[in-house]
């Protein structure tokens, strides 16, 4: 069964920087293309970063030139390097499969997330 571990997130000024981790167990890490995504108060969840098992990276316009999205396949950890952040960019941010989310036989399997804000 897979799980998924999301860590890193915090409270942080406008202009900083935050790194996120997401852990991978119960899943061939290395195989599948991976994602973060975020969602914000009364939004919907959105796709913010992918990186595919080549490593080929993309990013949603709102975030390119300041994320980046990188995996340690030895310890089946996916991250997110943030820079230059924004209020906007208050969220809880989740790690997940990409495109098809993980499933854990009630449906789509989301980890706890971790929580970021960003103050002005």
């Known amino acids: 069964q897979v799980q998924l571990v999301e860590s890193g997130g915090g409270l942080v000024q406008a202009g900083g920087s935050l790194r996120l981790s997401c852990t991978v167990s119960?899943?061939?890490?290395?195989?599948?293309?991976m994602g973060w995504y975020r969602q914000a108060p009364g939004k919907q969840r959105e796709l913010v970063a992918t990186?595919?098992?080549?490593?080929?990276?993309m990013y949603v316009d709102t975030v390119k030139g300041r994320f980046a999205i990188s995996s340690d396949n030895a310890e089946n950890t996916v991250f997110l390097q943030m820079n230059s952040l924004k209020p906007e960019d208050t969220a809880v941010y989740y790690c997940?499969?990409?495109?098809?989310?993980?499933?854990?036989?009630?449906?789509?399997?989301w980890g706890q997330g971790t929580q970021v804000t960003v103050a002005s």
């Open positions: 997940n499969r990409h495109p098809t989310p993980y499933q854990n036989g009630l449906g789509d399997y």
């Open positions: 990186i595919s098992r080549l490593g080929t990276t």
């Open positions: 119960g899943s061939i890490f290395r195989l599948n293309d």
